[in-house]
């Protein structure tokens, strides 16, 4: 059974489980799953397209209008895959929907009038990667990782943090994915704000950069960062302390693991690198696969991590952070977006050695 006739299975079986009779998948996140990488969005900011897929168990449609409609049937494929297209001019509604939807018990991804909210049964199918995916969530990793290397290599002091996020973003578009992150902090804002948007602020010394990369509609995210001059005992302290924490996360995201025990975990690293209470300064990262994070880790969480599953932690300490995506191999864990030659920190966890970013020194 190939990906796309797998995920239609996945779909007939949900409808089954929760007995509705058709499912309406209106997120770009989701039909770029459902279609194996197709894209419905024009907006890349936005959370639902253009487009829209209604899926019953003896049929598929797409619901979309005479703009986009031949751009997804060509050159994304829906042709191919056999959906039956229901087009409205583009200045008129569309009466698909609810012509489709009359007299059926219907579930969406989205939170819709008059149907089952599905978004997290949505959510946890999308973090569920085939090995089709998990190969092009690999191929996304390491062009991040090489935009990044690109990127963090040219920052020089006096650059604005605007600079830096336009290379960065130019790397990452010149390689053909979509920078749909970029975070950019300098000096003292990367000790300030956990969620840095660039600003003209101009760099001195220390610079980090955070990407989330998207292509196929999946997505990879990473966070570096670069010190100009002595780095202080602080820093490299704090830097030390991440990198196991980050480690502890790593090593412990295996098969069958519940995530709030993988969680815990890493608390405990926290607790035990003297930096107890900086997890509740900013979440930790979770599933990733569709969206940057499918769902968050917590204490609370009861998702099982299964192999195949991509997982980005980001776990920080005031003032540093340690951030890859990973993909949950049968023996080991895989760094999808490792930088090659990167100086890097050696932490042991039990009977694995993880290896996690160091700062780079300039």
């Given at each position: 059974m190939n990906e796309f006739e797998f995920k239609q299975q996945q779909i007939r079986t949900l409808l089954a489980e929760k007995n509705l009779d058709a499912l309406w998948l209106q997120r770009v996140s989701s039909f770029a799953w459902a279609t194996c990488g197709g894209a419905s969005y024009i907006n890349t900011a936005t959370t639902t397209g253009v487009a829209s897929l209604f899926i019953t168990p003896h049929a598929r449609y797409v619901i979309t209008n005479n703009i986009e409609a031949k751009r997804l049937e060509r050159e994304q494929g829906l042709g191919e895959q056999g959906w039956e297209f229901r087009v409205a001019d583009w200045h008129a509604v569309n009466p698909a929907i609810t012509e489709l939807a009359r007299g059926l018990r219907?579930?969406?991804?989205?939170?819709?009038?008059?149907?089952?909210?599905?978004?997290?049964?949505?959510?946890?199918?999308?973090?569920?990667?085939?090995?089709?995916?998990?190969?092009?969530?690999?191929?996304?990793?390491?062009?991040?990782?090489?935009?990044?290397?690109?990127?963090?290599?040219?920052?020089?002091?006096g650059q604005t943090e605007f600079e830096i996020a336009a290379r960065l973003g130019?790397?990452?578009?010149?390689?053909?994915?979509?920078?749909?992150?970029?975070?950019?902090?300098?000096?003292?804002?990367?000790?300030?704000?956990?969620?840095?948007?660039?600003?003209?602020?101009q760099l001195e010394k220390y610079a980090m950069l955070v990407l989330v990369g998207r292509k196929w509609g999946l997505c990879c995210s990473l966070t570096r960062l670069v010190h100009f001059g002595k780095l202080s005992d602080e820093i490299r302290r704090k830097m030390e302390a991440c990198a196991r924490v980050d480690a502890t996360f790593i090593a412990n995201t295996r098969p069958n693991a519940r995530v709030r025990e993988v969680f815990q975990r890493a608390l405990d690293a926290y607790a035990d690198t003297g930096f107890a209470e900086e997890w509740r300064l900013h979440h930790q990262g979770g599933a990733a696969g569709y969206e940057p994070r499918e769902y968050l880790g917590t204490l609370n969480s009861n998702d099982l991590v299964a192999r195949g599953q991509a997982y980005a932690w980001n776990p920080s300490i005031t003032g540093v952070k340690s951030e890859d995506t990973i993909l949950v191999g049968e023996t080991h864990n895989e760094i999808v977006t490792a930088i090659p030659d990167w100086e890097t920190i050696r932490v042991t966890v039990g009977d694995q050695i993880i290896e996690r970013p160091a700062i780079l020194e300039q």
């Amino acid at each position: 059974m190939n990906e796309f006739e797998f995920k239609q299975q996945q779909i007939r079986t949900l409808l089954a489980e929760k007995n509705l009779d058709a499912l309406w998948l209106q997120r770009v996140s989701s039909f770029a799953w459902a279609t194996c990488g197709g894209a419905s969005y024009i907006n890349t900011a936005t959370t639902t397209g253009v487009a829209s897929l209604f899926i019953t168990p003896h049929a598929r449609y797409v619901i979309t209008n005479n703009i986009e409609a031949k751009r997804l049937e060509r050159e994304q494929g829906l042709g191919e895959q056999g959906w039956e297209f229901r087009v409205a001019d583009w200045h008129a509604v569309n009466p698909a929907i609810t012509e489709l939807a009359r007299g059926l018990r219907v579930g969406s991804d989205f939170p819709t009038p008059n149907t089952t909210d599905l978004t997290n049964e949505i959510a946890r199918l999308r973090a569920n990667l085939t090995p089709a995916e998990g190969e092009r969530m690999r191929a996304l990793g390491k062009l991040c990782a090489e935009a990044m290397h690109a990127a963090i290599r040219a920052v020089r002091p006096g650059q604005t943090e605007f600079e830096i996020a336009a290379r960065l973003g130019a790397e990452v578009q010149a390689r053909g994915a979509q920078p749909i992150v970029l975070l950019i902090a300098t000096d003292e804002r990367i000790f300030a704000h956990r969620h840095p948007l660039p600003t003209p602020k101009q760099l001195e010394k220390y610079a980090m950069l955070v990407l989330v990369g998207r292509k196929w509609g999946l997505c990879c995210s990473l966070t570096r960062l670069v010190h100009f001059g002595k780095l202080s005992d602080e820093i490299r302290r704090k830097m030390e302390a991440c990198a196991r924490v980050d480690a502890t996360f790593i090593a412990n995201t295996r098969p069958n693991a519940r995530v709030r025990e993988v969680f815990q975990r890493a608390l405990d690293a926290y607790a035990d690198t003297g930096f107890a209470e900086e997890w509740r300064l900013h979440h930790q990262g979770g599933a990733a696969g569709y969206e940057p994070r499918e769902y968050l880790g917590t204490l609370n969480s009861n998702d099982l991590v299964a192999r195949g599953q991509a997982y980005a932690w980001n776990p920080s300490i005031t003032g540093v952070k340690s951030e890859d995506t990973i993909l949950v191999g049968e023996t080991h864990n895989e760094i999808v977006t490792a930088i090659p030659d990167w100086e890097t920190i050696r932490v042991t966890v039990g009977d694995q050695i993880i290896e996690r970013p160091a700062i780079l020194e300039q």
